[in-house]
């Protein structure tokens, strides 16, 4: 079992930041693959970002330099450093993680609007 739990979310300007932050239950390094996913209304599930235990990361194509993925073991988080953010990036961000089956956190919403 893993229980997730997001925090982070908020109303930003555009080109403004945003750091979302994901706290696991068990140790990190103990589960395959952890990330970021969102989902904007009235769209699919997209993925954001992951990252394994060994450190490779992955992005998707609309965030890569903008947004970084990283993990603090010793706090058993990983976190999502959110740059220059766009009204398109408005969508409720669920941190993810796989172990033995898919895990999700609740989701915490982020709004990029002026």
């Known amino acids: 079992q893993v229980q997730l739990v997001e925090s982070g979310g908020d109303l930003v300007q555009p080109g403004g930041s945003l750091r979302l932050s994901c706290a696991a239950s068990?140790?990190?390094?103990?589960?395959?693959?952890m990330g970021w996913y969102r989902q904007a209304p009235g769209k699919q599930r997209e993925l954001v970002a992951t990252?394994?235990?060994?450190?490779?990361?992955n992005y998707a194509e609309p965030v890569k330099g903008r947004f970084t993925i990283s993990r603090d073991i010793a706090k058993n988080t990983v976190d999502l450093q959110m740059n220059s953010l766009e009204p398109e990036d408005t969508a409720v961000y669920f941190c993810?993680?796989?172990?033995?089956?898919?895990?999700w956190g609740q989701g915490t919403p982020v709004t990029v609007s002026s």
């Open positions: 993810y993680a796989f172990y033995l089956k898919n895990y």
């Open positions: 068990r140790s990190i390094n103990n589960i395959n693959v």
């Open positions: 990252i394994t235990p060994g450190g490779y990361r």
